[in-house]
């Protein structure tokens, strides 16, 4: 995360945002764990992972973390994609890379597995997950934030925090741009609190929702 934890912290309280439980969507290895436990003051089990290589979701379970879940997050169920594996795995995605490729020539994608899609409302579904339960959202999935985003129909509705991945340049092609997901999230009654981008045109924001 890039976003100082205590900032993030300062915001939900100024939003009046009590964070009961989070969905984290692209957890890798789980690093962000130690800040809902000691800046959230979550449990462990207040917290599901989702992860779009089943490796990954294996690993973190051998190392103990629970609610860890295999799934290529998108809007739509059941698709078939060719999903590309780069060779630091957090640069994973189902797209190309576009200017990735120039702003991080070091990385680039040494396999690619034919995976299918999900719905976070079919996540939902499939596993029992109380909707307002989880109204800290975490999305770090390499361009397909929007997607996910759309995927979540009324689910959202329940949300009220959401820090998101975002890009001011394509670093995958067709991925959505910030102000894309910007719209979208306004449209759901968010306000943009936190915006950090790197020099490589890629960052973080961070959207509370506004309370009537």
Same mark, same amino acid.
């Given at each position: 995360?890039?976003?100082?934890?205590?900032k993030i912290?300062? /915001?939900?309280?100024?939003?009046?945002?009590?964070? *009961?439980?989070?969905?984290?969507?692209?957890?890798?290895?789980?690093?962000?764990?130690?800040?809902?436990?000691?800046?959230?003051?979550?449990?462990?089990?207040?917290?599901?992972?989702?992860?779009?290589?089943?490796?990954?979701?294996e690993?973190?379970?051998?190392?103990?973390?629970?609610?860890?879940?295999?799934?290529?997050?998108?809007?739509? /169920?059941?698709?078939?994609?060719?999903?590309?594996?780069?060779?630091?795995?957090?640069?994973?995605?189902?797209f190309?890379?576009?200017?990735?490729? *120039?702003?991080?020539?070091?990385?680039?994608?040494?396999?690619?597995?034919?995976?299918?899609?999900? *719905?976070?409302?079919?996540?939902?579904?499939?596993?029992?997950?109380?909707?307002?339960?989880? /109204?800290?959202?975490?999305?770090?999935?390499?361009?397909?934030?929007?997607?996910?985003?759309?995927?979540?129909?009324?689910?959202?509705?329940?949300?009220?925090?959401?820090?998101?991945?975002?890009?001011?340049?394509?670093?995958?092609?067709?991925?959505?741009?910030?102000?894309?997901?910007?719209?979208?999230?306004?449209?759901?009654?968010?306000?943009?609190?936190?915006?950090?981008i *790197?020099?490589?045109?890629?960052?973080?924001?961070?959207?509370?929702?506004?309370?009537?």
């Amino acid at each position: 995360m890039l976003v100082d934890g205590n900032k993030i912290c300062e /915001n939900l309280k100024i939003y009046d945002i009590n964070v *009961t439980g989070v969905l984290h969507i692209g957890d890798h290895e789980c690093e962000e764990l130690r800040f809902y436990v000691d800046y959230l003051q979550l449990s462990p089990n207040d917290i599901i992972w989702v992860d779009a290589l089943g490796d990954k979701v294996e690993k973190n379970k051998e190392r103990g973390i629970p609610n860890q879940y295999q799934a290529v997050i998108s809007d739509s /169920n059941d698709c078939c994609v060719d999903f590309n594996i780069a060779n630091n795995g957090e640069s994973s995605s189902i797209f190309e890379f576009g200017t990735h490729s *120039t702003e991080h020539p070091h990385i680039h994608y040494i396999n690619q597995r034919k995976l299918k899609t999900k *719905t976070i409302v079919k996540l939902y579904e499939e596993n029992n997950l109380v909707p307002n339960k989880y /109204n800290f959202w975490n999305l770090d999935i390499q361009g397909a934030e929007l997607l996910a985003l759309k995927g979540s129909k009324n689910i959202i509705d329940n949300v009220d925090a959401i820090y998101i991945e975002v890009n001011d340049k394509e670093l995958y092609k067709n991925c959505a741009l910030f102000g894309e997901i910007d719209d979208f999230l306004k449209n759901k009654g968010f306000t943009l609190v936190i915006k950090q981008i *790197t020099q490589y045109g890629w960052g973080d924001a961070l959207y509370c929702r506004i309370k009537k």
